[in-house]
């Protein structure tokens, strides 16, 4: 699954205000995020709780490459969600960036997960792109880091 967005701001500003865990809650919906062990750089475990009425999904992720300001990569260890992230700044110019966000999920449940898939990742492709359009309009405007 991949979002892009282009973001009128410097990398280093971009990627400060990605990198700044806890603040996610502010862009992504109905999602907590903590940071769980660590600072936040490498190594680090970080926990994103999305609850929609009684039913929550705990994502954990632990941070494994960080190259400031251009990506940084995660590795999902959760019990549900498994599998690889990244997030990469690419300056365009002074004052504009790409972001890419990829993520590669494992998917649980052998077939029927495969089969469930094709139904739940145009949902979850759209909640990313309008995630990362919101936190980009966060960044123009300050709110951000």
Do not use: N
């Not at 190594?43 to 990506?71: K, N």
């Not at 690889?84 to 002074?94: A, F, I, K």
């Not at 990313?128 to 309009?137: D, I, N, V, Y």
């Amino acid at each position: 699954m991949t979002a892009t967005v282009i973001i009128q701001a410097p990398a280093e500003r971009v990627f400060a205000a990605f990198t700044a865990w806890e603040r996610q809650s502010e862009w992504i919906p109905f999602t907590d995020v903590k940071v769980v062990s660590g600072d936040g750089g490498e190594g680090s475990l970080i926990a994103a709780v999305t609850a929609v009425g009684p039913v929550a999904l705990r994502d954990e992720m632990r941070v494994v490459r960080v190259d400031a300001p251009y990506e940084v990569r995660v590795v999902h260890c959760g019990t549900l969600l498994r599998g690889p992230g990244v997030l990469r700044c690419t300056q365009m110019d002074h004052d504009r960036t790409q972001v890419v966000w990829h993520e590669w999920f494992h998917l649980p449940g052998g077939v029927a997960g495969r089969m469930a898939w094709p139904l739940l990742w145009p949902g979850s492709k759209v909640s990313l792109t309008q995630a990362l359009k919101k936190f980009g309009r966060l960044v123009e405007t300050g709110a951000l880091p």
